[in-house]
């Protein structure tokens, strides 16, 4: 009797939690969260309700929620919209890239294409966690199993890419490189920022102590000479040493016990570390420009803060001298390395290919050329002027290496144009073949105006004006006879403008000399 | 009158100047004419059959097509035509350097058509006044002008030389809009290279290289509005110009001792390294003119270089500008240009 009473009170309740889901559901509610909130016999009404439907078959879920493990923190994701189950999926995807990725480097033998489709897919995944608001979309185990996972990542993923063999003889093109420039990329503006949370001071700490890995590959690689290394090294350490001067933003504490070291102390260090390996450079052959780059902006700031008397008044009297004999030295040896990284950057600017473009097609055509190349080549001449100008001025050129250039341009001009043209057989090259149409209306457009302008001066003698007007009054007729227009083909329109424009000035000229006299 | 020419191996010449007379009847306050420097200049002439004899050897020696006539004035000597027919009828180029007040409409058919390749006159203002001035003769400019139109009346080619100074640079470009509207086919702007009268003058006459660049800015721009030829011919040292900023002018550097020397001939057969230099390398009617080439003299001239210039990456170009200029100015083939002396403290070397 007691289980029969037992189980028509199970029923009734069943029947109530089912009644009751189902008017939740109706206002659209979430069923399954508020079966988890409020007083408890509101959460086993509507549990009796949802057992009761798990009894007919439904669950409530979407098929990935069926995952083992991982549904037990993620699938009870607060939402059950698509979004929601994206993200999701882009936990267990980056649980089981993260697991892959650590089997791949635990190898003996790393499979380089291996960890950087790895690392590759763990950073799209990283992007979508990172995204405003996806995390949040995640309950709140979910949310702690993707931050975990992002940690992770951000631990792996640059030691597990500075592991990859170089396999290029490219810098730049290099794995290790990529590490190198995201930890600088990453870490170089907290140090300068000065301002910085503990987790962005972890991942640059990851960030770096990965790049320290990249350099060296990069340096057995041959890709970085020793020196270049060393300099790298320095800096890095420079920029951890910034990042951490002052408390993390969301530090609560009182006190930090980072010593302060007075900034040009700090860049005197650094300096005399520096100074050996920036004479190697000068002295070798080979260079880095993109490793170099990531450097010389630091060094440049370490010899300014040395040169300031406000800062170097903080050293003692002992280091002053040898302060200021390291600042000039370092100041030197940087300058002549940044021309070195600039000249070698020069090559890759489209200014520089003009300029060569110029003196390629100058050296090509010779000094036995047609009009048309030399017109050509006046073209790339003005062209490779203006790009030099604009090299000089962001300062890829110097002023002394610009006219250099400029030297070289006007010898290959000056070669160029030293004969006449070939297809001129003339004496003078200036009196090249053109229709006599052709020479009068250019030379009518050029003088007309002048002659006008000299005539009102009475600057010119009334006698020479007199002179020079049958010239004119001879280039009109010449744009008048049908024979010699029909020459001008395209040019006919304009050359009959022209004339018609000429003839009333040539009259006004002709009317005031007559008033003025001939032959004052 | 044909010659044969004698074998002359691989060397060949390709212009000489003759300055086929020292008599001028201007008085240019920046002439540079050898003999007009305080130096002993030989002066004198030859007859004409013995001018035209050493002409003759000159270019029997050198190969060359190209003569530039210049003085003194050529118009004064009376034989002029013979020696312009003579270089004519040997096949060679004639340009000539005239001041133009004798280039009357009688003496123009003379030269026209075809003896004259090039007409070059000066025309140093498009004021009148500062033309004369500059001239040292009254009517100057009115007798250029005149010269140019009636050149241009009969075909000729004609260049305008303006020797830029302090005093004629405000009128620059009125002075070049002048020469196109004449129907000049170029114009040589040349800054002022003191030397002969005009290291009298350098006080009054040095422009500074500021003056002058801003002449080159409207000289570029000239050129290109009008499509107008305007050539630098004196030296312009890139250490105090950035000649690449006017890209429609042409510039040239000192070319004595390279092919495109202008040897300089004068009217006694005494050859010059060029016709701004006072040195003597010997005498056509006497000696070889390749011998004089390459004689000490002629290596020394060419070798020298300032001390200034150590160092410099154009020094094997420009040379430290003009050589004869530091020569009749300072006494020095390897002195400072006197316009680099002048303005040493603006230049910017290129180490």
């Known amino acids: 009797m007691p289980q029969r009473?037992?189980?028509?009170?199970?029923?009734?309740?069943?029947?109530?939690?089912?009644?009751?889901?189902?008017?939740?559901?109706?206002?659209?509610?979430?069923?399954?969260?508020?079966?988890?909130?409020?007083?408890?016999?509101?959460?086993?009404?509507?549990?009796?309700?949802?057992?009761?439907?798990?009894a007919f078959g439904w669950t409530g879920r979407s098929g990935e929620a069926r995952e083992p493990t991982a549904v037990a923190t993620v699938s009870e994701s607060k939402t059950g919209s698509a979004d929601a189950s994206e993200i999701v999926l882009a936990v267990f995807r980056m649980r089981a890239q993260l697991a892959e990725l650590e089997k791949l480097t635990a190898a003996r033998d790393v499979n380089g294409p291996a960890v950087?489709?790895?690392?590759?897919?763990?950073?799209?995944l990283v992007a979508v966690l990172r995204a405003p608001g996806n995390v949040g979309k995640l309950t709140p185990k979910?949310?702690?199993?993707?931050?975990?996972?992002?940690?992770?990542?951000?631990?792996?993923?640059?030691?597990?890419?500075?592991?990859?063999?170089?396999?290029?003889?490219?810098?730049?093109?290099?794995?290790?490189?990529?590490?190198?420039?995201?930890?600088?990329?990453?870490?170089?503006?907290?140090?300068?920022?000065?301002?910085?949370?503990?987790?962005?001071?972890?991942?640059?700490?990851?960030?770096?102590?990965?790049?320290?890995?990249?350099?060296?590959?990069?340096?057995?690689a041959g890709l970085l000479t020793s020196a270049e290394a060393g300099l790298l090294t320095v800096d890095a350490a420079r920029i951890r040493t910034e990042i951490y001067r002052n408390p993390p933003t969301d530090f609560r504490g009182t006190c930090y016990d980072m010593a302060y070291i007075p900034p040009a102390q700090a860049s005197l260090g650094r300096l005399q570390k520096q100074v050996a390996y920036l004479k190697t450079i000068v002295g070798s052959d080979k260079l880095a420009p993109a490793a170099l780059d990531k450097v010389i902006g630091s060094i440049e700031r370490d010899v300014a803060i040395l040169a300031d008397p406000k800062q170097t008044k903080r050293l003692p009297a002992a280091q002053k001298a040898g302060a200021e004999a390291l600042r000039k030295q370092v100041s030197l040896l940087a300058a002549q390395i940044k021309r070195r990284v600039l000249s070698a950057r020069l090559g890759q600017t489209a200014g520089w290919a003009t300029v060569t473009d110029a003196m390629a097609f100058g050296a090509k055509i010779g000094q036995r050329n047609t009009t048309a190349q030399r017109k050509q080549f006046t073209g790339k001449l003005t062209a490779a002027v203006a790009a030099l100008a604009a090299l000089a001025k962001a300062d890829a050129l110097t002023e002394g290496e610009s006219t250099l250039m400029s030297g070289e341009l006007q010898r290959i001009r000056t070669a160029v144009t030293r004969y006449p043209p070939t297809d001129i057989r003339v004496t003078c090259y200036k009196m090249a073949y053109n229709p006599p149409a052709k020479r009068s209306f250019e030379r009518l457009q050029k003088r007309l105006p002048l002659l006008k302008k000299l005539a009102e001066s009475g600057r010119l003698n009334t006698a020479v004006l007199a002179k020079v007007l049958p010239t004119v009054r001879a280039d009109i007729e010449t744009l008048s006879r049908e024979k010699e227009l029909a020459q001008l083909r395209k040019d006919r329109a304009l050359a009959e403008a022209v004339r018609k424009q000429a003839a009333p000035v040539l009259a006004a000229i002709e009317k005031q000399l007559a008033s003025a006299g001939a032959g004052k | 009158m044909i010659s044969p020419s004698p074998d002359r191996g691989e060397r060949r010449q390709?212009?000489?100047?003759?300055?086929?007379?020292?008599?001028?009847?201007?008085?240019?306050?920046?002439?540079?004419?050898?003999?007009?420097?305080?130096?002993?200049?030989?002066?004198?002439?030859?007859?004409?059959?013995?001018?035209?004899?050493?002409?003759?050897?000159?270019?029997?020696?050198?190969?060359?097509?190209?003569?530039?006539?210049?003085?003194?004035?050529?118009?004064?000597?009376?034989?002029?035509?013979?020696?312009?027919?003579?270089?004519?009828?040997?096949?060679?180029?004639?340009?000539?350097?005239?001041?133009?007040?004798?280039?009357?409409?009688?003496?123009?058919?003379?030269?026209?058509?075809?003896?004259?390749?090039?007409?070059?006159?000066?025309?140093?203002?498009?004021?009148?006044?500062?033309?004369?001035?500059?001239s040292g003769r009254a009517r100057a400019f009115d007798d250029v002008t005149l010269a140019v139109a009636n050149l241009k009346a009969a075909a000729q080619r004609v260049v305008c030389v303006f020797?830029?100074?302090?005093?004629?640079?405000?009128?620059?470009?009125?002075?070049?809009?002048?020469?196109?509207?004449?129907?000049?086919?170029?114009?040589?702007?040349?800054?002022?290279?003191?030397?002969?009268?005009?290291?009298?003058?350098i006080a009054a006459l040095q422009a500074a290289p500021g003056e002058l660049a801003g002449a080159l800015a409207e000289a570029n721009e000239i050129a290109e509005q009008y499509e107008f030829p305007i050539s630098c011919s004196i030296a312009m040292p890139p250490c105090l110009f950035r000649t690449e900023r006017y890209p429609q002018l042409s510039f040239g550097f000192c070319a004595a001792g390279t092919e495109r020397a202008y040897y300089t001939l004068d009217p006694l057969g005494n050859i010059r390294p060029c016709n701004h230099s006072t040195t003597i390398l010997g005498n056509i009617r006497t000696g070889s003119f390749w011998e004089m080439v390459d004689s000490p003299l002629m290596h020394q001239f060419m070798a020298a270089r300032p001390a200034f210039c150590d160092g410099c990456r154009l020094a094997d170009e420009c040379l430290g500008g003009c050589k004869a200029a530091a020569e009749v100015c300072c006494g020095d083939l390897a002195a400072c240009d006197p316009f680099l002396a002048a303005f040493k403290h603006q230049a910017v070397k290129l180490t």
């Open chain 1, 5 to 54: 009473v037992m189980g028509a009170w199970l029923v009734v309740v069943g029947l109530v939690g089912l009644a009751a889901v189902g008017v939740l559901a109706l206002c659209g509610r979430d069923v399954r969260a508020a079966a988890r909130r409020g007083p408890r016999w509101k959460r086993r009404l509507l549990a009796a309700g949802l057992s009761v439907l798990a």
């Open chain 2, 14 to 134: 390709d212009s000489f100047v003759f300055e086929v007379t020292q008599r001028c009847n201007h008085d240019c306050l920046h002439c540079y004419n050898a003999w007009k420097n305080p130096v002993d200049y030989p002066i004198g002439e030859l007859p004409t059959d013995e001018t035209l004899a050493m002409t003759g050897k000159l270019l029997d020696e050198t190969g060359a097509s190209l003569v530039s006539l210049s003085g003194g004035e050529p118009m004064l000597r009376r034989d002029i035509h013979q020696i312009i027919e003579f270089l004519v009828d040997r096949g060679v180029a004639v340009n000539l350097i005239t001041n133009g007040s004798l280039l009357d409409e009688q003496a123009i058919p003379r030269l026209a058509p075809d003896k004259i390749s090039v007409f070059e006159l000066p025309l140093l203002s498009a004021e009148r006044d500062i033309h004369d001035r500059l």
């Open chain 1, 142 to 220: 979910g949310q702690a199993e993707a931050a975990r996972l992002l940690a992770l990542a951000r631990k792996r993923l640059p030691a597990a890419r500075a592991l990859v063999p170089v396999g290029t003889t490219d810098l730049v093109k290099s794995p290790q490189w990529q590490v190198v420039a995201d930890a600088w990329r990453f870490a170089g503006p907290l140090a300068v920022n000065g301002k910085s949370t503990s987790a962005q001071r972890k991942e640059a700490d990851a960030k770096l102590k990965a790049a320290a890995k990249a350099v060296s590959a990069l340096q057995l």
């Open chain 2, 163 to 201: 020797v830029a100074t302090r005093q004629n640079l405000p009128t620059w470009r009125d002075t070049a809009e002048m020469a196109i509207a004449l129907g000049a086919d170029g114009i040589m702007f040349n800054r002022f290279n003191p030397g002969g009268a005009g290291a009298r003058n």
């Open chain 1, 116 to 124: 950087t489709s790895t690392a590759d897919a763990i950073e799209s």
